[in-house]
């Protein structure tokens, strides 16, 4: 089973500031299939990056994800008041599960 | 558009089963994987179960082979997972979610989740 490794764990930072978000695989993940989402308190999460790279629908530019083989990155270039939430990354290349990461709060400092 | 409705809230006590179901709607069923995520009071998500409306066996995560069920219903566009000898570390939220159209893809639609609460 691929284990996925998130950092930090926490990451506290104020609205307009730029976040980096890491997620580093055991092994390699097959084709990118390394994903992001998204989860709000009380809410199911939300895609926002498929491929490594691909924003999905309807998530804005300032989201960037990069990476391939065993290092990934989610960015947000901009923090707006509405990103501080949960990230998880998840990769779905291996058969038959997928594996998720431990999460990162990116909090509001 | 695309929705996934899960049934109500459960209370279960120790040793017993729960079935929790998800009702897709605004596309076609058979098309698209679906799979069953759980997540613990303030911890993580955790894969549970994959399956293939259109037919075929479903796939579980290995910690709960032989606890977990999944199943479909192609007449209502249903889907079922159902967990059996159910212990405190159960309670969770149970999400279904839509895969793609191949196996291996992400999850694009989520259900709202279904609080399962095991206590004696």
């Known amino acids: 089973e691929i284990v996925l490794t998130q950092s930090p764990g926490t990451l506290s930072l104020s609205p307009g500031e730029r976040a980096t978000l890491s997620c580093r695989a055991s092994?390699?993940?097959?084709?990118?299939?390394l994903a992001w989402y998204q989860q709000k308190p009380g809410q199911a999460p939300r895609l926002l990056i498929y491929?490594?790279?691909s924003r999905a629908t309807g998530i804005p530019d300032r989201f960037t994800g990069s990476g391939s083989g065993t290092d990934f990155t989610l960015t947000v270039s901009r923090l707006e008041p509405e990103d501080f939430a949960v990230y998880y990354c998840?990769?779905?290349?291996?058969?038959?599960?997928?594996?998720f990461g431990q999460g990162t709060k990116l909090e509001i400092k | 558009q695309v929705q996934l409705v899960q049934s109500g809230a459960e209370v279960k006590k120790p040793g017993a089963s729960v079935k929790v179901s998800c009702k897709a709607s605004?596309?076609?069923?058979?098309?698209?994987?679906m799979h069953w995520v759980r997540q613990a009071p303030g911890q993580g998500l955790e894969w549970m179960a994959i399956?293939?409306?259109?037919?075929?066996?479903?796939s579980y995560a290995q910690k709960l082979q032989g606890r977990v069920t999944m199943t479909r219903d192609t007449s209502t566009s249903t889907v079922y997972m159902e967990l059996s000898s159910l212990r405190s570390e159960d309670t969770a939220v149970y999400y279904c979610?839509?895969?793609?159209?191949?196996?291996?893809?992400?999850?694009?639609?989520w259900g709202q989740g279904t609080l399962v609460t095991v206590s004696s």
């Open positions: 979610a839509r895969g793609g159209v191949r196996r291996n893809t992400p999850f694009d639609y």
């Open positions: 605004g596309y076609t069923f058979t098309n698209y994987y």
């Open positions: 399956i293939n409306p259109s037919g075929g066996s479903p």
């Open positions: 092994q390699s993940v097959s084709s990118s299939y």
């Open positions: 491929g490594a790279s």
């Open positions: 998840q990769q779905y290349g291996s058969s038959p599960a997928c594996t």
